[in-house]
């Protein structure tokens, strides 16, 4: 993307970040190796666990394994505090369990992760070998992030799940391309380097209009619904205080619709699988009917436009998450941190004592 060569991005490390994405092809393998294994043992269910931002961050997975998988195949998201108190009745000695704790020391994670591991479950987790839950799953079992220079966000994570499920996909025969796909990603930073360079101008446009509206709402769906709940709730929320209000596209028109009027910032996001249809019903309502609202106060961020060369078509939908976070938890936090002179890492409550 010639065009973009020379933009700077504030506060990254560009030559940091593509080394990270070399060392992420190969704790790709690592995981794709796990899931190997687990397909040679066999297995009745795949449980997706997480909190919070890592629970988010899992939705795409949960998605993708449900869209490729066959009918057989069982996929449960589960929430780590939920199933501590309430565990989950389909779950057994048979099944496998994927989570991720990029502190290494999420105490749901960690305390679920000990009751699973007594109960016979295999455990994958990606997390610091060194940590509470690392040391929990045991070193068959983790896998540690590729090292990490400060640069970029969940798009790691995502590759590595992916890594993981389009991998026992592959074995039960239901995502084919997954060498092809693993071979078309390989270099893939460069192109979501090139992104962030096309992105960042605008980022700092949205946030200079947006950051300090006392209310924002953010509108997403299908594979993109996980990075929305994240941007606004992990993010916006957690690391902004902003007050926020996340929507399924396909709900929007049940309830949220009535709140949009003059001076709310709506963001939808719109995606590259079947429920863009519903984006898009989204993005006509907002447009044509929402008379409340002022033009400029519709922010439509769409995967679609941003190009990554050599990427089979097929494959966009697995990305377009990647490409999502980028744009959202990684630039656009950013200049929001500038506008509203809050510190992203700045915490009143959590992870400052023990409630």
């Not at 504030?10 to 393998?29: P, R, S, V």
């Not at 749901?108 to 509470?132: F, Q």
């Not at 300090?212 to 994240?230: D, H, N, R």
Request: charged residues 30%; negative net charge.
């Amino acid at each position: 993307m010639a065009e973009t060569e020379k933009v700077e991005i504030m506060n990254f490390d560009q030559e940091g970040y593509l080394e990270d994405g070399k060392a992420l092809y190969e704790t790709g393998q690592k995981m794709a190796a796990m899931a190997d294994k687990i397909a040679d043992e066999g297995y009745d269910a795949i449980f997706l666990m997480g909190v919070g931002g890592t629970w988010d961050e899992l939705m795409q997975l949960e998605y993708l394994m449900n869209k490729f998988g066959d009918k057989d195949l069982e996929v449960y998201l589960i929430h780590a505090a939920e199933w501590n108190v309430s565990g989950h009745k389909r779950m057994t000695e048979k099944s496998v369990v994927l989570t991720a704790s990029e502190s290494g020391t999420t105490p749901e994670v960690l305390e679920a992760v000990k009751k699973m591991k007594e109960m016979g479950i295999r455990v994958i987790a990606m997390t610091s070998p060194e940590g509470p839950i690392g040391q929990a799953v045991g070193a068959e079992g983790c896998v540690k992030m590729a090292s990490d220079h400060g640069s970029g966000g969940c798009e790691k994570g995502y590759y590595l799940a992916d890594c993981f499920g389009l991998r026992l996909l592959y074995r039960r025969g239901c995502f084919p391309k997954y060498d092809l796909f693993i071979e078309q990603t390989k270099d893939i930073w460069k192109d979501l380097l090139d992104i962030r360079k096309k992105f960042e101008p605008k980022a700092e446009e949205l946030a200079k209009k947006y950051a300090l509206a006392p209310y924002t709402m953010f509108v997403g769906s299908g594979a993109l619904w996980g990075e929305t709940i994240l941007f606004a709730m992990c993010i916006l929320e957690e690391m902004q205080w902003k007050r926020t209000r996340y929507i399924t596209s396909a709900d929007f028109f049940h309830g949220t619709l009535e709140l949009v009027e003059k001076d709310v910032p709506v963001f939808l996001f719109k995606g590259e699988d079947e429920c863009r249809k519903l984006d898009e019903r989204v993005e006509a309502f907002l447009t044509n009917f929402a008379d409340r609202t002022k033009d400029e106060d519709i922010v439509v961020i769409d995967t679609a436009e941003y190009a990554i060369p050599g990427l089979d078509d097929d494959f966009r939908v697995i990305v377009s998450p990647w490409i999502l976070t980028i744009l959202t938890t990684d630039r656009l936090a950013r200049y929001y941190e500038t506008v509203t002179k809050h510190n992203l890492k700045y915490r009143r409550y959590y992870h400052q004592f023990d409630y």
